[in-house]
């Protein structure tokens, strides 16, 4: 018998910017990534999303792939500048029939969509307005374009997150200067992470004050860590590299507060964050409804006194990547022992069953999905068939991970593998595929069934018992 419980949700992920294209049609604004992008030396080989797998077009031959597919759910992400050009006032009725066709779409095929109100594509009229999440006003923008989509497509969509991967979007865009707006600036970055907090408890607040039926919750990346060896000075910055990046990023969605000790550093080192009259209330009283976690890597931690700095691999050649350390604090190191993909991310199924046992143990029983869980890989096509089977491997061991979780007692309700159809990495161009459809770029966008297709088909039509 099957360890997943009957209604378990068996379904797939993307997100706007990734797959949409359509950068500039129908009355749709500029965001932070259709700017950023075009910006010389930012993206591999300069690659970016203005066409994407042009999924705007053809959503509805996507649609019949995911229902030939067998998908129950679909997660994406609505674009915040296809619907406020602005970012707040004027609304673009084109863009909310997109998305409404969408949903209508998916619906009849009874696939139940998951809506991500914000996977990074921020307006760039925002920005410029008032520097976006680095200033408390993006609270306000946030919440009045979060009740236009609780308005619109309420009626239709019982299951919604607010963002995904604070950790990746602040991190990047405020402390390596990787994604936009490019800042190396600590004391913005933390302050700019508070505005999303704040954001999150407001659109959760709008969203019950509405009385929109079903649920609302928040997408992290779940990234385990684990210490080098057993000395203290390993263990000690293996708790601080949990705590900076899981529990910062947690507590404050699932606990109303921040991780007093961090707090309480952070606080001395930068000033920051700073609260004003009211936040703390805001965060107790607006707890969400549930947790995404998204799943692809665990992490050594060593403890630091040489590494400043950090380099990705963004090519696919194993080894291009670089330690990231924080001096004094921790670095993330390589596992000697460790499986790796060709991006230098460790493979450790095992290390999503303990991630789930430890967001049990600190939040409680709370449901999880698994929004987001992927093999990024250059496929080999052999005649005439996408080849895939490290990501059929992948899958399997994933979801048995889950299914060892569940065991255990945890209430997890579905699984978004990344990706439904290859798309663009938002660093790493096409070359990096995660789909069960393959896209064709030198043949017009043509979609194309993968081996792992046919494979995840039996999955979800056996409730994950043939696997
Ligand atoms: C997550 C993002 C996704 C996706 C995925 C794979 O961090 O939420 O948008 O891109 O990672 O990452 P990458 O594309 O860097 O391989």
Sequence with gaps: MSVFPKDFLWGAATAAYQVEGAHDADGKGLSNWDLFSHLPGTTYQGTNGDVAVDHYHRFKEDVALMAELGMQTYRFSISWPRVLPQGRGEVNEAGIAFYSGLIDELLKHNIRPMITLYHWDLPQALQEAFGGWGSREIVEAFDEYA?????????????????????????M???????????????????????????????????REMGIRGQIGFVNVMQPHDPISDSPQDRR??????????????????????????LAMAQQAFGVPQFAPGDEALLKDNIVDFIGLNYYKREMVAHNDDVNGYAIN?????????????????????????????????????GLTDAIGRIVKRYGNIPIYITENGLGA????????????????????HIQAIGAAIEQGADVRGYYPWSFIDLLSWLNGYQKQYGFVYVDHANNLARRKKQSFGWYQRVIASNGERL
């Design 237 to 262: 910055a293996c708790e601080i590299a949990e705590g900076i990046f899981t529990h910062w990023l947690y507590d404050p969605v699932l606990k109303g507060e921040y991780p007093a000790e961090l």
């Design 314 to 350: 963004t090519s696919g050649q194993k080894g291009s990547g670089r330690e990231l350390g924080f001096k004094g604090l921790f670095k993330l190191v390589r596992n000697p022992h460790g499986v790796y993909t060709d991006w230098d991310w460790e493979i450790y199924p095992q």
């Design 378 to 397: 250059k496929d080999p096509i052999v005649d005439g068939e996408v080849r895939d089977q490290p990501r059929i491997d992948y899958l399997r061991d």
């Design 173 to 207: 865009g405020y402390f390596t200067g990787a994604h936009p707006p490019s800042l190396t600036d600590p004391q913005q970055g933390i302050q700019a992470c508070h505005h999303v907090f704040l954001a999150n408890a407001r659109a959760v607040k709008s969203f």
């Design 147 to 171: 009740r236009l989509c609780y308005q619109r497509f309420g009626d239709r969509v019982d299951l919604w997150s607010t963002f995904n991967e604070t950790v990746v979007f602040i991190g």
